[in-house]
């Protein structure tokens, strides 16, 4: 008896196949899969990012050193400030040598004779007096020059003391670098 086969009707519709072939994952599965660290953990990434950074600071070290008000701390930028740096950085001011009289002081302390202790002592206080004078004579002709320079009203505070302070340090340390030569003040 032959088998009975199916009836296969080549005019009906095929049905699609229901679903898509894989189960659905898990909220805690799906969640893992989009889950990334937030900065890139390879040695390459790392690397590039180093790179990155060093080259921006480099930059604005460069930046800061020429003056450029962009790369500035707030206590720096603005042109009132800009044109104090250049009035001390154009003359010659005894509190510069502050640090290295003290340098000889201790060098001196170190010589076991005592009058050449004392009297070091005596000198650098003599100095000290002689420097904190310079530097408040110094912030007061640089309040009254700004104040012509840019009016009284506009004057901006605490010029006197930010000359004070750039007058004390040494030339070749004071950041941002001296503009001018020594001699050439501004207008």
Known sequence: ???PTPSTNDDAPETPAVG???RTPTR???EAARRRPLVADTKEARAAAKADLQARRERARIGMERGDDKYLPARDKGPQRRWVRDYVDAG????EW???MMILVIVAALVPIPTLQFGSMVALWIFML???LDMVLLGWRVKRKAAAKFGAERRERGLGWYAAMRALQMR???LPKPQVKRGEYPA
């Open 20 to 22: 898509k072939g894989r």
């Open 1 to 3: 008896m032959p088998t």
């Open 28 to 30: 805690a599965e799906q």
């Open 172 to 174: 070749f340390m004071r």
């Open 98 to 100: 502050v640090m290295l």
């Open 92 to 95: 010659w001011h005894i509190s």
């Open 130 to 132: 002689i420097a904190i």
